[in-house]
């Protein structure tokens, strides 16, 4: 196995066991149960040829299924000149322990493709992808039933329409090949609201906690996320949403965005919509008119704000630049983006972490609502939605007629408004978001060896996946 040491020494890996160590030390297990939980249950390592440009170019992948107590298993596939097989199975691990915390059933899994997919053209990335996904297919790692992918870095709808058609042109007579995979264009069995999902997901982390005064209060800050200065790493699909919602929806201020090429800085906020354009047609943030540009991006995780949103890659804050970090609040849109001693140099200061396998659970979360619209061949509201604005009609008359007075324009359109698959979709991935942090908050309180919201977090999803293991056995 390739093993990429991190910045601190450690492999992703091996980060994210470490740790799972800790949260195990914390924990009564019966013996053995912690190698069990670490242990990645299968690998697959694939190479195979594609044509490009007139000759063959060979192309390397893997599928990681970290724990398949809950079937499918579930997981990202990612496209990056980086991927290996250490990441694919630590990625995989924090996918289990992701569905654990939200109560997604499922088990852990997690693909990686190497490749910069930014030197291809479209038609190229399309080959190459229906010829990954042959191979999983064909090997037992990619089904509606086992193994379910979706999106993650370098990978979208698109990517998820072609693995999809694949699988469809393998199995035409299974009547669930939509849900082999999530993620899919909305035309083609994908769901309303996935697109959006994990960073929609971010943003509703953080209304929850600040929904609780007396959380914020430990971070030094005070009141909403309105006004509150936050830094972006990453404005592609996960960062782009968070930052966008927050700002729009929450009044937040976006003071930096970190790119590829550098960042760009404005304290009085950046309008994240003009700033995503930007990099659609410049392929950076140099030169975007609204901020200073600064070429060091790495630099400005370190520039005062309250909260930091890494939504890039892993390994970003480490032993070197932990200790002057400045944001009161870190949440983690990207996988493992703090590694194990960055965390723990960062929680002696006082900086308060909502982990990835929380925090940036939206995606899995979404994804769960379209596997089950896939196998339910319906889309969400379908069914119910003019019976509810019926019935909201009928309450506004009961009002008007027992009141004898004209009920407002905007309560009547409230109340004659039935829910959509967007509504439906976004409303379920608040209340799933909201729950899991209630969880983790009582944790945290309730057991004073626990100080961190990592490690209540990890202790739920380990006691939930060991129940389950001792229930059904190993
Ligand atoms: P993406 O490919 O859409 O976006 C990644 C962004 O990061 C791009 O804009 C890229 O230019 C930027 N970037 C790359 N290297 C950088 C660097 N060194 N400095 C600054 N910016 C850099 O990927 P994504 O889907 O948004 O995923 C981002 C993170 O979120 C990953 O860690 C991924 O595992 C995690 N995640 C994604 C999903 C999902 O649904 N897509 C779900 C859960 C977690």
């Known amino acids: 196995m390739s ?6 020494g450690l492999s992703f890996r091996q980060s994210v066991d470490h740790m799972v160590d800790h949260a195990i030390s914390l924990m009564d297990l019966k013996d053995g149960m912690g190698d069990a939980l670490k242990a990645c249950h299968s690998v697959l390592q694939v190479s195979f040829p594609v044509e490009i440009d007139g000759k063959a170019e060979m192309f390397t992948g893997w599928r990681a299924v970290h724990s398949d107590h809950r079937l499918p298993s579930k997981g990202g596939i990612r496209y990056a000149p980086q991927v290996d097989q250490d990441e694919v199975e ?40 229906r010829r990954f996904a042959r191979e999983l297919i064909n090997k037992g790692y990619l089904s509606p039933a086992k193994n379910v992918p979706a999106p993650d870095m370098g990978t979208g709808p698109k990517e998820m329409g072609w693995m999809t058609d694949t699988y469809r042109q393998l199995f035409p007579n299974d009547i669930n090949y939509m849900g082999s995979v999530t993620g899919k264009p909305v035309e083609h069995g994908g769901v309303r609201g996935r697109n959006e999902a994990t960073g929609r997901g971010v943003q509703y982390a953080l209304r929850e906690f600040f929904r609780h005064q007396d959380e914020v209060e430990r971070t030094g800050m005070t009141g909403s996320l309105k006004d509150k200065a936050i830094i972006v790493q990453g404005l592609g699909n996960v960062g782009y949403h968070a930052a966008h919602f927050l700002q729009k929806e929450d009044q937040a201020r976006i003071i930096a965005i970190i790119e590829r090429d550098g960042a760009v800085v404005n304290p009085e906020g950046l309008d994240v919509a003009a700033v995503h354009n930007h990099i659609a047609v410049q392929g950076g943030v140099r030169g975007y008119p ?81 596997w089950i619209r896939n196998l339910a061949h319906v889309r969400f509201g379908r069914l119910d939605k003019r019976f509810h604005e019926a019935r909201g009609q009928h309450i506004v008359t009961a009002i008007e007629m027992a009141t004898d007075t004209e009920v407002p324009e905007w309560v009547r359109n ?61």
């Open 3 to 8: 093993e990429q040491q991190g910045h601190d």
């Open 90 to 129: 630590a990625l995989a691990a924090l996918m289990t322990y992701k569905c654990a915390i939200v109560d997604v059933p499922f088990g852990g899994s997690k693909g990686g493709l190497e490749i910069d997919p930014r030197k291809y053209t479209q038609q190229q990335i399309e080959a190459i992808t």
């Open 290 to 370: 609204g901020g200073t540009f600064e070429a060091e991006g790495e630099r400005i995780l370190e520039l005062d704000c309250d909260i930091l949103i890494p939504a890039a890659l892993e390994g970003v804050i480490h032993t070197d630049n932990a200790p002057n970090i400045k944001a009161r609040l870190i949440a983690e849109a990207a996988n493992g983006p703090v590694t194990f001693e960055a965390d723990r140099i960062l929680r002696e200061r006082g900086v308060e972490i909502i982990p990835d396998a929380y925090c940036n659970a939206g995606g899995v979360i979404v994804s769960y609502f379209e």
């Open 414 to 474: 409230e109340l004659c408004r039935g829910a959509d698959e967007f509504d439906l979709v976004r409303s379920g991935l608040d209340d799933t978001m909201r729950l899991a942090f209630q969880d983790i908050m009582e944790k945290r309180r309730t057991h004073p060896e626990i100080n961190d919201y990592r490690m209540a977090a990890y202790v739920i999803a380990i006691q939930k996946i060991a129940r389950s293991y001792q229930d059904i056995g190993y």
